[in-house]
């Protein structure tokens, strides 16, 4: 289980809810009363576009050994893979630009917005609209 946060959603939406690992961002928003705007539920559109930050304790105050590799990837951190037509509908909107989509793909590392609708809860995450 892991936390999910809900910040600047309007009066009543903010909270702190848990949720399962491989949950959907959509479904868990949508059970809990957060209106997240959708129209094609299905990556194309990116009206469900939010802001994603993860939720994680420093390892090294916690006593643990940082495991991050020459490239810079911190094995430690909270990583999901990102469909390319996720990636796709993000460049279109402007919402990242294009090489931040090559190094999502390439490192498998999410991107600081997400759809909503295509995004799979692997971490405790701070979730704001996207504007
Ligand atoms: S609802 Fe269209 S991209 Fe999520």
Redesign the pocket.
Same mark, same amino acid.
């Given at each position: 289980m892991v936390n999910v946060i809900f910040c600047g959603f309007g009066e009543g939406m903010d909270k702190r809810v848990i949720a399962k690992q491989g949950d959907l961002l959509?479904r868990v928003a949508n059970n809990n009363g957060v209106v997240i705007?959708?129209? @094609?539920?299905?990556?194309? @559109?990116?009206? @469900?576009?939010v802001k994603v930050e993860e939720l994680t304790i420093d390892m090294s105050e916690a006593g643990a050994k940082s495991e991050v590799d020459p490239d810079g990837w911190d094995k430690n951190k909270y990583t999901t893979y990102m469909e390319d037509k996720?990636l796709a509908?993000l460049v279109e909107m402007g919402a990242i630009s294009k090489i931040e989509a090559e190094s999502a793909q390439q490192y498998a590392q999410q991107t600081p917005v997400r759809?909503? @609708?295509?995004c799979i809860i692997k971490g405790s995450i701070l979730v704001k609209p996207f504007e």
């Amino acid at each position: 289980m892991v936390n999910v946060i809900f910040c600047g959603f309007g009066e009543g939406m903010d909270k702190r809810v848990i949720a399962k690992q491989g949950d959907l961002l959509l479904r868990v928003a949508n059970n809990n009363g957060v209106v997240i705007p959708t129209d @094609c539920k299905d990556g194309m @559109c990116g009206s @469900c576009a939010v802001k994603v930050e993860e939720l994680t304790i420093d390892m090294s105050e916690a006593g643990a050994k940082s495991e991050v590799d020459p490239d810079g990837w911190d094995k430690n951190k909270y990583t999901t893979y990102m469909e390319d037509k996720e990636l796709a509908t993000l460049v279109e909107m402007g919402a990242i630009s294009k090489i931040e989509a090559e190094s999502a793909q390439q490192y498998a590392q999410q991107t600081p917005v997400r759809l909503a @609708c295509q995004c799979i809860i692997k971490g405790s995450i701070l979730v704001k609209p996207f504007e």
